[in-house]
């Protein structure tokens, strides 16, 4: 993905000017601690990557890259809590470095301070980037319940599952790409259009962290198995259920209602129905249906070819990734 490294060299110089070293320490350095963890920075590097092929205006859309960066880190923070999650790019998460509370405050100031960086966006009416980005803000919480709530159902559909992460997930990728349109003031038709896409190709991402989450190597950086542990409904293991024997179907629903101290046996019984039930080869297809849906509004917002093959080719980058 050579073509990201010039957006990636200016967004880090943005992120190194804006150092967050203010007192109290105990409240901004877990910020630069989880900023300073990297990450992919899908979010700047495609919001700066649609203002710049859209309309040519990086630099106009800093703060925004920023924003997002800012508000999908905040969302990490509480993230971890509640998915009693150790790891987070291959180092402690922030409530098991510093503590839960730490955790909670370093997020909530985070997001107020994605809103100060949005409120810089040099734009006319800066009020149509808050509407969209309030939307998204709401949406990613209702999503999170969602999953929260799953933990405890038993009835959870597929259906209900792509919903619970186009919310959580993908709104938050459309959102990304439909303000780097508007920055560019873009044609309304390109910027819906580039949400669409975002939205379809963030489902796709959420299908990928999903498999990662269970089949992935240590680079993913994150707990092994986290959502077996978690009793995550995904779709991993909804299709299991879909297509397990009788026993196999009832093996997944007892352990899914268990939280074993050690749960080494929970996890290798679940990836031995996934291996017999092939749920992986599931995932892999439902992730291409979903890519094609993003195309699809790629297509229909008639962008040139070379900015089309920058989409495109961000999109394979986002569903191959290894971590
Ligand atoms: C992790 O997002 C949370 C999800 C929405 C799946 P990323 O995979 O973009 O995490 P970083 O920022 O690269 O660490
Ligand atoms: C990510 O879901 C959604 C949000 C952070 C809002 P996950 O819980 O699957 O993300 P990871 O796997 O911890 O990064
Ligand atoms: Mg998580
Ligand atoms: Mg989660
Ligand atoms: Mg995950």
Redesign the pocket.
Same mark, same amino acid.
Request: no cysteine; proline share 0%; aromatic share 10%.
């Given at each position: 993905m050579q073509y990201l490294e010039s957006y990636k060299i200016k967004f880090d110089q943005f992120l190194k000017d804006n150092a967050f070293s203010f007192d109290p320490k105990n409240l901004y350095e877990p910020i630069d601690y989880i900023l300073s963890l990297g990450?992919? @920075?899908?979010r700047p590097l495609l919001l700066l990557m649609t203002a710049d092929l859209v309309g040519n205006q990086i630099k106009k859309a800093l703060p925004a890259a920023m924003a997002v960066e800012l508000f999908?880190n905040f969302t990490?923070l509480h993230d971890d809590i509640m998915d009693d999650a150790p790891l987070r @790019?291959g180092k402690s998460s922030v409530h098991e470095k510093y503590d839960v509370n730490t955790a909670i405050l370093s997020g909530d100031v985070m997001l107020i301070l994605s809103y100060q960086y949005l409120s810089k966006t040099n734009i006319r009416d800066l009020s149509i980037l808050y509407r969209k980005f309030n939307k998204m803000a709401r949406e990613v919480c209702e999503g999170q319940q969602m999953d929260m709530d799953f933990e405890n159902r038993h009835d959870v559909s597929i259906a209900e599952y792509i919903e619970m992460i186009r919310l959580k997930?993908s709104v938050l990728i459309g959102t990304t790409l439909e303000m780097g349109a508007i920055i560019s003031e873009a044609d309304e038709r390109v910027s819906k259009h580039l949400y669409g896409f975002g939205e379809n190709i963030g489902i796709a991402?959420?299908i990928q962290?999903d498999l990662l989450d269970t089949f992935g190597t240590p680079l993913v950086g994150k707990q092994k198995c986290g959502d077996i542990i978690q009793n995550k409904k995904t779709y991993l293991y909804l299709k299991a259920l879909d297509l397990a024997s009788k026993d196999e179907k009832n093996t997944l629903l007892r352990l899914f209602s268990t939280a074993p101290e050690d749960p080494t046996e929970k996890i290798e019984t679940v990836l031995n129905i996934y291996k017999s039930t092939n749920v992986k080869g599931y995932a892999e297809e439902l992730k291409l249906v979903y890519q094609d849906l993003a195309n699809s509004h790629l297509t229909a917002a008639c962008l040139e070819n070379s900015v089309f093959e920058n989409f495109n080719s961000f999109g394979n980058y986002l569903l191959a990734r290894k971590s």
């Open positions: 990450g992919k @920075r899908i999908h990490l @790019r997930t991402f959420q962290d």
